[in-house]
Nanobody, 126 residues
Framework: QLQLVESGGGLVQPGGSLRLSCAAS????????IGWFRQAPGKERELVSC??????????YYADSVKGRFPISRDNAKTTVYLQMNSLKPEDTAVYYC?????????????????WGQGTQVTVSS
């Protein structure tokens, strides 16, 4: 069974950067779309960014709130997906989750995500 493990969260000052990693155990991610979601206290979970499978040329999606600040990427071995978070704001504070969907289409925001990591806390505060 596919397992995902996030890392890289922490406390950072506004304007700072963090890089989140989502590592898959036992599987390559060639045929999966990978999404980064976040959930802040009292708010619904939202899709922040995602990347489609290699067969769809790694097409990406970004929520308007992070566009231009949070590039998503996949490593060459296809086992880890990164979310580079730049110019962080207090409103980016949330638990961040990575998730995977068996999905070959180009629109990674479309599928239901079936596999989830445990989450990593990101806190942006001075």
């Amino acid at each position: 069974q596919l397992q995902l493990v996030e890392s890289g969260g922490g406390l950072v000052q506004p304007g700072g950067s963090l890089r989140l990693s989502c590592a898959a155990s036992g599987f390559t991610l060639d045929y999966y779309a990978i999404g980064w979601f976040r959930q802040a206290p009292g708010k619904e979970r939202e899709l922040v960014s995602c990347i489609s499978s290699s067969s769809s040329n790694d097409n990406t999606y970004y929520a308007d709130s992070v566009k231009g600040r949070f590039p998503i990427s996949r490593d060459n071995a296809k086992t880890t997906v990164y979310l580079q978070m730049n110019s962080l704001k207090p409103e980016d504070t949330a638990v961040y989750y990575c998730a995977a969907a068996v999905w070959a289409g180009p629109l990674c925001a479309s599928p239901e995500y079936d596999y989830w990591g445990q989450g990593t806390q990101v806190t942006v505060s001075s």
